[in-house]
């Protein structure tokens, strides 16, 4: 079965190899020294068989680098763009302002930082936005209009968290009901256990929208052997098969996230036919 590949995640895979990412500007505070860092990550993902890869965009925004959001975000498609090949896309990542594990923290009006972020990742030349983890559908189909309104193609991803317990399977439904009327072309959960990915995927799939629906889920919790201090090639495998399932399900997006890594997509492209978007 031919899926696009995503990559996997930026923050703890910059973790893994050595510098850390304090709140609250997290990975986008690598973009100042640490350039050549980023870039090793993307190389690592392409190297790794990923089609569409995500420009570390996801704390540049106005609130965490109220001085230097605009640069960091312009350095950060720039690092990406120049790790892709020209075959692939670019896709600029769009967050929750506050924090992506605290929906409660969401501001009454999240508007205007949202569509500044949506029309500076437009100015860069990202392929695609992707809204991505937001526990809060509000805020999510804010962001989500803000980018649409770009012009270009929007991919938005819900997160239940962790544990599963910021937004149940039903309410990323609706959620993602909601964003596909408003323009979203595809409908992804993301950073939420791999084991229990199906709970939130198939209620996505019964939506019956003809999107293309996708999973990038994290590596729960050390003892289940899918990333953090597992061996990197057995926790990539295991992953895999689990992904097997959202793909036997329908799935057409597949990638990664916390606790992952390149060694995760590797695994994931040995075993389906990757398509490029």
């Known amino acids: 079965m031919r899926i696009t590949l995503l990559d996997g995640p930026m923050g703890t895979e910059l973790c893994r190899r050595g510098l850390p990412t304090p709140a609250p500007e997290w990975s986008a505070a690598a973009l100042r020294d640490h350039q050549d860092l980023v870039a090793e990550v993307h190389r690592a993902y392409t190297a790794a068989g990923a089609t569409v890869h995500t420009a570390n965009t996801f704390r540049t925004q106005p609130r965490p680098c109220p001085h230097d959001w605009r640069q960091l ?22 967050a929750p302002l506050m924090d992506c594990y605290s929906p409660w923290l ?24 992707l809204v991505e983890t937001f526990p809060h559908v509000g805020e ?18 819900f997160t239940p968290g962790p544990d599963g317990d910021l937004l149940s399977p039903a309410e990323v439904a609706r959620g993602a009901r909601s964003a596909a009327e408003r323009g979203a072309s595809a409908l992804l959960v993301n950073c939420l256990p791999a084991t229990r990915a199906l709970e939130w995927l198939r209620p996505l799939l019964d939506l019956g929208l003809g ?24 926790a990539g495998e295991r992953y895999a098969d689990l992904a097997e399932a959202w793909v036997a399900s329908g799935a057409r997006i597949v990638g990664s996230c916390c606790g992952t890594g390149p060694e ?13 978007p």
């Open 140 to 157: 999510a189909l804010v962001a989500v209009e803000e980018a649409v309104a770009t012009g270009l193609p929007v991919w938005v991803s």
């Open 211 to 234: 999107l293309p629906v996708g999973v990038y889920a994290n590596a729960g919790h050390p003892t289940e052997g899918l990333g953090w201090e597992a061996d990197p090639a057995q």
């Open 73 to 94: 975000l312009a350095r950060a498609v720039g690092v990406a763009r120049r790790c892709a090949p020209a075959t692939h896309q670019v896709a600029g990542s769009m």
């Open 264 to 276: 995760t997509i590797a695994a994931l492209s040995r075993r389906f036919r990757t398509a490029a």
């Open 106 to 129: 969401s501001p009454p009006d999240a508007r205007p930082e949202h569509r500044l972020v949506a029309r500076a990742l437009a100015e860069e030349g990202v392929d695609l936005v």
